[in-house]
Structures are given as C-alpha cells and as structure tokens.
C-alpha cells in the first residue's frame, strides 16, 4: 500500500529554473496539501486542495503555483526558483479538511543554487 | 490566526529519565494531534487527541489534552535511545489561509545512555 508519493525525491536547480513536483495518493481521499520544511520553523502550509477542483492559498504561498489534477494528484510548481525555496517539500493528504489527520510522503528535498 | 508553540525545542535527556513536552495553542480547536519525525524522514502519526481531558498512551509515550488551557502534553516515561526523534504537535483549523493543521516548531528530542 504506498499512501502518498512525491517525485522527485532530490532536484537541484539553478536559480531562475522551474520545476515541478508530484504527489499522488491511493487512499481515496479528498483533501491533499503542500507543506515546506525548514529547519526550526516546523512546516508550513503552501498550498492546499480541500476537495477535486479546489485550491486555496496557505501560509507561505509566494512564488508557487498547485494544481489539482484529479482525486489523486496534486502537483506543485515553481515558475522561477529562488534561493529561499530551498527546503524539503511534503505532499500530505486527509479524507476531508474536517477529518485532520494527516498522511504525509517521504518528502522532497530541493535546492536552489 | 492560530498560533502553536512547542517547548522546549531542543531536549537531551538520559535514558531512564522521565520529561515531559508541552504544546500550547492560540485558539479554541477541537483536535490535536502528535507526529514523531526521524532524521531524513517523514511525519507518523502517534496520537490523535479529539476532546477535553483525552489521554492516549502508546508505550512509553503518554499525551493529553485540556482544551479549557489550550495545552497538550506529551510526557515521556523512562526514554530510551529508540525514542529520540523529533516531536510535533498539530492543531486542527478550518478554512481561511491555514488550511487544515498548524504545526508547531518541533521539539528535538536526544536520549543518550
């Protein structure tokens, strides 16, 4: 069963580059959601879909564009990397936003030189 | 907007010995949740914590929940080194720029011999 999955697992990128990671799930559920992590500040919300068709801003979405592709997919992109998008990426997603928990992927590590 | 705070960030502990870490939030919420992170890795969930004067224990982990003080615990009962992770805590919200959990910063715990 593999839950949720992130392409790529490492990307290293110039700046000024764009790039695209996926995520898919296999659980079914209705919300996923784009996390970014980075030392001593926890994660951050960047982007998340609640359901298929919807995408709302979270708290640090400058620079980032998502796409919803269906139930399963969640794609995130950057149009024009820069140095500060240097970070580890985690795609998660829950059976609703009410439901809560979240199922996350193994992460992905990107940076930005 | 909900804020989240973990303390202490950093805790090296002796195995044996018991310590607990706290979790306090901003805002009423009605779930909380815990998740353990090992170097490199992903987020696993440990606990789900849905109302007032909730307790779950897995282990040698033990977290509760008193909404009345927006404060959540997780005490640690003679650590030993298999326990050493870093620890989040995660507060439910709906809709706006927060989506669906705020994470606090992480509590880095070390168990030494």
């Known amino acids: 069963n593999a839950g949720v999955t992130q392409t790529p697992k490492f990307q290293v990128l110039k700046t000024g580059q764009s790039m695209t990671l996926q995520c898919a799930q296999d659980?079914?559920?209705?919300?996923m959601y784009w996390y970014r992590q980075d030392p001593g500040m926890g994660l951050r919300l960047i982007y998340y879909?609640?359901?298929?068709?919807?995408?709302d801003k979270g708290e640090v979405p400058n620079g980032y564009n998502v796409s919803r592709l269906n139930k399963r997919e969640f794609s995130l992109r950057l149009e024009s990397a820069a140095p500060s998008q240097t970070s580890v990426y985690f795609c998660a997603s829950s059976e609703s936003p009410g439901a809560g928990e979240l199922f996350f992927g193994e992460g992905s590590r990107l940076t930005v030189l | 907007e909900l804020k989240v705070e973990q303390n202490p960030l950093f805790l090296s502990m002796q195995e044996g010995k018991n310590y607990t870490i706290y979790c306090n939030y901003s805002t009423t919420s009605d779930r909380l949740y815990w998740y353990r992170q090992d170097p490199g890795k992903s987020l696993e969930s440990l606990f789900v914590l849905l109302s007032n004067g909730a307790v779950k224990q897995e282990g040698r982990l033990m977290a509760s929940l008193d909404t009345k003080a927006r404060l959540s615990t997780l005490h640690i009962t003679a650590a030993v080194h298999d326990l050493s992770a870093t620890y989040f805590c995660a507060v439910a919200v709906y809709g706006g720029s927060q989506g669906n959990l705020i994470f606090g910063k992480g509590t880095k715990l070390s168990v030494k011999p």
């Open positions: 879909s609640a359901s298929e068709g919807t995408t």
């Open positions: 659980m079914n559920h209705n919300s």
